[in-house]
T-cell receptor, first 114, second 113 residues
């Protein structure tokens, strides 16, 4: 079975540019999560969706960050305008919340803002 | 605010040693505790612990949860260089809330020859 698929794998761009990260969750999973990981702060939850609806976006750093989930098989995380402090690895994870099920992570997008 | 603390932060051992990683939490009600292993890429799932006192095992790895004392341990026996990774623990809130995990900062394990 295909796991969580993220794209791109790496992105390097200049500050001020718009960045869009993409995620395809595991088929059948109804919860999707966006995380950011840095050396300083570890793994932080940014936002999560349940049945395509954003449930908690309290982890989103500021208005420059936005996330959408237009359907059960696709989500985007957008940063506009990007800043150097946004440089991190961004993970997408999905799970089935019908019971005690672990989250399965994608391989992440390594983002570098110059 | 829910808090998950892991110790030690970093650990270097020789191949063949046994290690114990600790995870303590200050979480008001939780459903399960998870352990993940993260090498170069994504965290990969190891264990889910829901009941106190019941050990889960997978090969050389084992884990147990103590809900009364609010901690969990992950044991690795006869360590191998392939066990080198960051080990993360995370807590899931009660049923009825969407599964929002709270992660610890991780323990970085390095196994040397």
């Amino acid at each position: 079975d295909a796991g969580v698929i993220q794209s791109p794998r790496h992105e390097v761009t200049e500050m001020g540019q718009e960045v869009t990260l993409r995620c395809k969750p595991i088929s059948g999973h109804n919860s999707l999560f966006w995380y950011r990981q840095t050396m300083m702060r570890g793994l932080e939850l940014l936002i999560y969706f349940n049945n395509n609806v954003p449930i908690d976006d309290s982890g989103m750093p500021e208005d420059r960050f936005s996330a959408k989930m237009p359907n059960a098989s696709f989500s985007t995380l957008k940063i506009q305008p990007s800043e150097p402090r946004d440089s991190a690895v961004y993970f997408c994870a999905s799970s089935w919340t019908g019971g005690d099920q672990p989250q399965h992570f994608g391989d992440g997008t390594r983002l570098s803002i110059l | 605010e829910d808090k998950v603390v892991q110790s030690p932060l970093s650990l270097v051992v020789h191949e063949g040693d046994t290690v114990t990683l600790n995870c303590s939490y200050e979480v008001t009600n939780f459903r399960s505790l998870l352990w993940y292993k993260q090498e170069k890429k994504a965290p990969t799932f190891l264990f889910m612990l829901t009941s106190s006192g019941i050990e889960k095992k997978s090969g050389r790895l084992s884990s147990i949860l103590d809900k009364k004392e609010l901690f969990s341990i992950l044991n690795i026996t006869a360590t191998q260089t392939g066990d080198s990774a960051v080990y993360l623990c995370a807590v899931i809130p009660p049923a009825g809330t969407a599964s929002k995990l709270t992660f610890g900062t991780g323990t970085r394990l390095q196994v040397t020859l």
